[in-house]
């Protein structure tokens, strides 16, 4: 699917635009998402009652099939960065990538950007809790995101999070940032994590620079 | 299966202990490695000439037969948990959680550790490189495995990294990191991601706080 032609930024979309990729009807959305699902399910799995080595030959077959038709890794990395705007591959709000939550994010007419995500086991680092590098993940797309919306973006040249309290699974985590300044090539930006009961659990400061790394051609 | 008694220490084991679960030839191994292959080949697929409704259903067929003899999840967790040492589920890792690549690490008579991997497009942020997010997961993990091995560890509080260059997907990368000193319950760790030439693409520092979350029961 090719991407907008660019991606919405704040002033010329209204409050509440979605930022991110949605998972839509197309074959290949049902099937990352029965992955994602399974990727849960496995981890969840009864270890002694279920016929696991039948799961994994099922599997193995789905795979195959895959793999028999699937095209050169380069051509479909042209492919996949084709065209403008928003990707649906990326890990964490990429309809068509199963590591991905997805976390969905929408822009806000103040600038920031902001979604709801509820984490589960295959996140877990402490137990019942995300994964500290989880969060980070998280937090460095968002900032991310935040800098598309504000109409400036780049690369993460450094990232500093701060781990307030555990963070649960389970439960509805609101993730938010906002582009703070720039100054020539340089993009300060922050965010934060926050659990349903609206307490800080992470912070996150990030640096970014305005440059691009070339796409596949 | 339960975990070891106790997370080897420096010192007490030799250099080039593995500190982290390999896959075994358990089913729930196996068919975690297929789903792991599955995210990938998704990502790979053709999006035109492949059954992709089809595959959704065969998925989605496997998810409900693991579900229909999924434990409880409190149950499920508790088992998780139980014993003491290397964890199996993790999602840097855990050779039962298809989210990790997974990362091998082993630890060294010096006090470090460190392992290789090769990350695939599930992983990608900017066109054919890690995502900032991902490194920065790799990283937090690496520390803390670092700190066990150290035979000091604790929640993060703190994570600093530093971007210095791409980090190329599809090429080895060696990630390591070591304990550098404690002061009371404080602990400050150092870890770095190296391309396979070995030149320095991430470099983090974390605080880590001695204390533990309580384990469900």
Same mark, same amino acid.
């Given at each position: 699917m090719v991407p907008e032609a660019r991606p919405p930024r704040m002033g010329e979309y209204p409050d509440g635009t979605v930022l991110t990729s949605t998972r839509g009807d197309a074959a290949i959305d049902r099937a990352t998402h029965a992955a994602r699902r399974l990727i849960d399910a496995l981890l969840r #799995? $009864? +270890?002694? *009652?279920? $016929?696991l080595s039948g799961v994994a030959e099922r599997l193995e077959s789905v795979v195959d099939d895959l793999d028999a038709q699937a095209p050169a890794v380069q051509d479909r990395l042209v492919d996949m960065w084709? *065209?403008? *705007?928003?990707? +649906?591959? $990326?890990?964490?709000? *990429?309809?068509?990538? #199963?590591? #991905?939550?997805p976390l969905t994010l929408s822009g806000r007419a103040d600038g920031s950007v902001d979604g709801e995500v509820t984490m589960t086991i295959p996140y877990q680092g402490p137990p019942t809790c995300v994964h500290g590098g989880v969060s980070a993940l998280l937090l460095d797309h968002t900032l991310g995101v935040a800098n598309s919306w504000a109409g400036r973006d780049g690369m993460t040249a450094q990232l500093t999070l701060q781990y307030h309290r555990p963070t649960p699974l389970f439960r509805a985590l609101t993730v938010s940032a906002r582009q703070e300044r720039t100054e020539g090539r340089k993009i300060w930006t922050v965010g934060e994590i926050r659990d349903d009961e609206g307490q800080l659990c992470v912070s996150a400061e990030g640096l970014f620079i305005d440059k691009k790394v070339p796409r596949p051609r």
């Open positions: #799995a $009864d +270890r002694d *009652g279920t $016929d084709s *065209g403008e *705007g928003i990707t +649906r591959h $990326d890990p964490v709000t *990429g309809p068509e990538n #199963a590591i #991905a939550p």
